[in-house]
């Protein structure tokens, strides 16, 4: 789906709690450069392939690819996505989660779901504990880290927000020029409406939650969420009220 000139978000077929479903990374491209923003589960090279396609953009000009944050569904095809490329892709991400995307420890919330007080319901726990069998197949190396409030200087500039809550170093990302924001798994949209993902999705939720207000100063038209997709209306509002603000 374009969501303005050089911004595509990507529409992947997924499985998700054994529903057929959708996740929505995004591309942002121009003449000089193309970014990749989250890379999906396991084994979606192809949809990447396919999606990238019908959005009338190239694949094989990925030169970056930014992570949010270090979820399953969002590294899961980085590693095969980058063996694929013509060249080498600069991966880039907040510093709280290089550890995991890299397979230094197993991802936080596999661990969790062993724990004998797991805040996981059966079928989220089941699903964290297999990413800790297999998150080693699927590391590597980030090469950039960034910070909260750097504006990277890529497709007219591209603004890193750290949103901790979800993960330790979750991040969105805000596209001035087109006023969209990449809100990664820090907000959700279902039933056509702005909303946050279940409590239990977070690492920390009282953390999720006080985030939101780092969005509030930001002008948003359209955001891009990668559960449910996009969202367009009044954002201020929206998210003052979700954040108790």
């Not at 197949?137 to 591209?158: A, M, N, Q, T, W």
């Not at 805000?174 to 993902?197: C, F, N, P, W």
Request: net charge negative; charged share 25%.
């Amino acid at each position: 789906m374009k969501i303005a000139t050089g911004v595509e978000m990507l529409e992947i077929p997924a499985t998700i709690q054994g529903a057929q479903t959708f996740i929505y990374p995004t591309l942002i491209w121009d003449s000089k450069t193309t970014i990749l923003v989250d890379t999906g589960f396991p084994g979606q090279l192809s949809e990447f392939r396919r999606a990238i396609k019908e959005g009338g953009a190239s694949f094989e000009r990925i030169d970056k690819i930014i992570i949010t944050h270090h979820d399953r569904d969002h590294i899961g095809s980085l590693r095969s996505i980058l063996k694929e490329l013509p060249q080498k892709a600069s991966v880039f991400a907040h510093e709280g989660e290089i550890p995991y995307i890299e397979g230094r420890i197993p991802p936080f919330k596999a661990t969790l779901a062993e724990a004998p007080d797991s805040p996981y319901p059966p079928e989220i726990k089941a699903l964290f504990q297999r990413q800790k069998l297999d998150y080693l197949d699927f590391k590597v190396s980030v090469d950039r880290i960034v910070e909260d409030g750097e504006e990277l200087p890529f497709c007219g500039g591209i603004t890193v927000i750290h949103t901790p809550g979800h993960t330790t170093g979750h991040i969105c990302l805000y596209i001035g020029q087109s006023k969209t924001l990449i809100a990664g798994d820090a907000l959700s949209v279902e039933g056509g409406k702005l909303g946050l993902l279940p409590k239990f999705a977070s690492r920390d939720w009282p953390s999720a939650v006080r985030s939101l207000g780092k969005l509030v100063p930001y002008d948003v038209e359209t955001v891009i969420c990668y559960h449910g997709g996009a969202w367009r209306g009044n954002f201020s509002r929206s998210i003052a009220e979700l954040a108790g603000l």
